[in-house]
């Protein structure tokens, strides 16, 4: 269960309390945007930090507890930013790009501005001199990264249900555009679709083969 136990070290040792959790969702998917969240949570608010203790990785939730815990972030955060960046941008530019693009313009979204940051698994922000710490599965460790996680996952998944009325044939609204079995076998049946990720598998060797 993720707890606050690494932010209230770097009160002390960093001695601020503007500490953004950071991660992505939609890395390994094969249509849709790559999305990341920054979130500053109240460190010096014992109330508001009682409201959101139960916060965990996105993951482990089901999509109504998502969504509830997304609400409530929303309202009692400090500050909290979000940033999609297109398949296409991911086709110019490869995912781990992507996934720094996204994580780096939620940033900027963030007022006041982080002093520290959390960022989940082994992703580096080189181009921000902002010091930071990544850690391998922080979405269950830091709760901070916890909030984060969960703003970046219900906005995809918010993005991929609008998307699935656009292209009802591979009813995104269901799988998010991962590679599910009936994903897969509708890309092969379909062809991909303009939010597909055409640099992907197995989308890049069925394109490949048409153009061939």
Request: with cysteine.
């Amino acid at each position: 269960m993720a707890d606050l136990s690494l932010e209230t070290g770097l009160i002390k040792t960093e001695k601020t309390d503007l500490i953004a959790g950071l991660d992505e969702a939609g890395r390994g998917a094969l249509a849709g945007p790559v999305t990341a969240a920054a979130v500053i949570l109240p460190l010096q608010d014992r109330k508001k930090l009682k409201i959101l203790e139960q916060v965990n990785d996105s993951k482990q939730l089901s999509a109504e507890k998502r969504d509830a815990f997304y609400d409530l972030i929303i309202e009692h955060a400090l500050c909290w930013g979000v940033y999609a960046t297109p398949a296409k941008v991911i086709d110019e530019i490869g995912i781990l790009p992507a996934t720094r693009l996204a994580m780096r313009e939620s940033l900027t979204q963030l007022q006041p501005a982080a002093d520290y940051l959390l960022i989940d698994g082994r992703v580096r922000l080189a181009k921000i001199p902002t010091p930071q710490q990544s850690i391998v599965r922080g979405d269950g460790i830091s709760l901070s990264i916890a909030a984060a996680s969960i703003i970046a996952k219900v906005t995809r998944d918010r993005m991929m249900v609008e998307y699935a009325k656009s292209y009802p044939v591979y009813k995104f609204e269901g799988h998010k555009g991962y590679g599910t079995q009936f994903h897969r076998d509708t890309i092969a049946e379909q062809g991909p679709c303009d939010i597909h990720r055409f640099t992907f598998e197995p989308i890049k060797s069925q394109v490949g083969g048409l153009l061939a």
